[in-house]
């Protein structure tokens, strides 16, 4: 199995690698979540080690760098300090497993092991809100069986809302979870990329709550047709993504 191994390049980092080759596992290691990014490091892995070594600040930051840019393998944060709240917080941002060091090989390997099983055995990649439908693998979505053309910050923007249906979210909310270390979103085009959003999957789906925020609510389908059951019927051209 190949594992992305992200960590200080030292002889510590060197000794861990080797432990988990010995365990079946085949390192591909880089010192940064930036180099891991900017050279595709995730493709074809099947989990993502992140050794912050120290404060658990880091992990957060690149769990959440790497879950923006469409990674989708379990991640497992290594840090020598941290509290139950760095913990909620590196969980929540999308990491799957915590472990405070010192910690065996053993160990880490058998967690990496176990997440990868959880992960091979989730059965579909598509999530349906209403008449809403997402395939976050292909980065794709579909609104009453129909191919949306969206950017790639308004499909992210739309993964926010879908995981958080009929809840309210504030602009700080929205603008937390949409951040990474390396890309930043303004309040000002927050409100121009939700603006885009509702023309395109409808402007009753994305509610303003004055003074709160927004509220994501798609409507109901009563009777789907046999297209709108099967995304595949409407192929989705992903890769035409623009910055917004």
Same mark, same amino acid.
């Given at each position: 199995?190949?594992? #992305?191994?992200?960590?200080p390049?030292? /002889?510590?980092?060197?000794?861990?690698?080797?432990?988990?080759g010995s365990?079946?596992?085949?390192?591909?290691?880089?010192?940064?979540?930036?180099?891991a990014l900017?050279?595709? #490091?995730?493709?074809g892995?099947?989990?993502?080690l #992140? %050794?912050?070594?120290?404060?658990?600040?880091?992990?957060?930051?690149?769990?959440r760098?790497?879950?923006?840019?469409?990674?989708?393998?379990?991640?497992?944060?290594?840090? /020598?300090?941290?509290?139950? =709240?760095?913990?909620?917080?590196?969980?929540?941002?999308?990491?799957?497993?915590?472990v405070l060091?010192?910690?065996?090989?053993?160990?880490i /390997?058998?967690?990496? @092991?176990?997440?990868?099983?959880?992960?091979?055995? !989730?059965?579909? %990649?598509?999530i349906v809100?209403g008449?809403?439908q997402?395939?976050?693998?292909?980065?794709c979505?579909?609104?009453d069986? !129909?191919?949306?053309?969206l950017?790639?910050?308004?499909f992210?923007l739309?993964? #926010?809302f &879908?995981?958080?249906?009929?809840?309210?979210?504030?602009?700080?909310?929205l603008?937390?979870k949409? %951040?990474?270390d390396?890309?930043?979103?303004?309040?000002?085009?927050?409100?121009?990329?939700?603006?885009?959003? =509702?023309?395109?999957i409808?402007?009753?789906?994305?509610?303003?709550? @004055?003074g709160?925020g927004y509220?994501?609510?798609?409507?109901? &389908?009563?009777?789907?047709?046999?297209?709108? !059951?099967?995304? @595949?019927?409407a192929?989705?051209?992903?890769?035409?993504?623009?910055k917004?």
């Open positions: 199995m190949r594992l #992305l191994l992200i960590g390049e030292d /002889a510590t980092s060197e000794k861990l690698a080797g432990q988990l365990s079946g596992f085949l390192p591909v290691t880089t010192p940064c979540v930036r180099d900017d050279r595709h #490091l995730f493709d892995t099947s989990a993502i #992140l %050794n912050c070594r120290m404060e658990a600040e880091r992990g957060l930051a690149g769990t760098a790497l879950r923006a840019e469409g990674a989708e393998q379990p991640i497992l944060i290594l840090a /020598a300090r941290a509290d139950w =709240r760095d913990k909620i917080a590196c969980l929540d941002a999308g990491a799957d497993d915590f060091q010192p910690v065996r090989s053993e160990e /390997a058998a967690r990496l @092991r176990a997440m990868i099983r959880r992960s091979a055995g !989730e059965p579909t %990649n598509q809100v008449n809403i997402l395939d976050l693998k292909a980065r979505a579909w609104r069986g !129909e191919c949306l053309a950017t790639r910050n308004e992210r739309l993964r #926010l &879908v995981f958080a249906p009929d809840r309210p979210l504030s602009h700080a909310d603008i937390e949409f %951040n990474t390396t890309k930043q979103i303004s309040p000002n085009a927050l409100e121009v990329l939700i603006g885009r959003l =509702r023309r395109k409808g402007a009753e789906s994305i509610q303003t709550l @004055r709160i509220r994501f609510s798609a409507p109901d &389908v009563a009777e789907r047709t046999p297209a709108q !059951e099967d995304c @595949r019927l192929p989705c051209h992903a890769k035409h993504y623009k917004y």
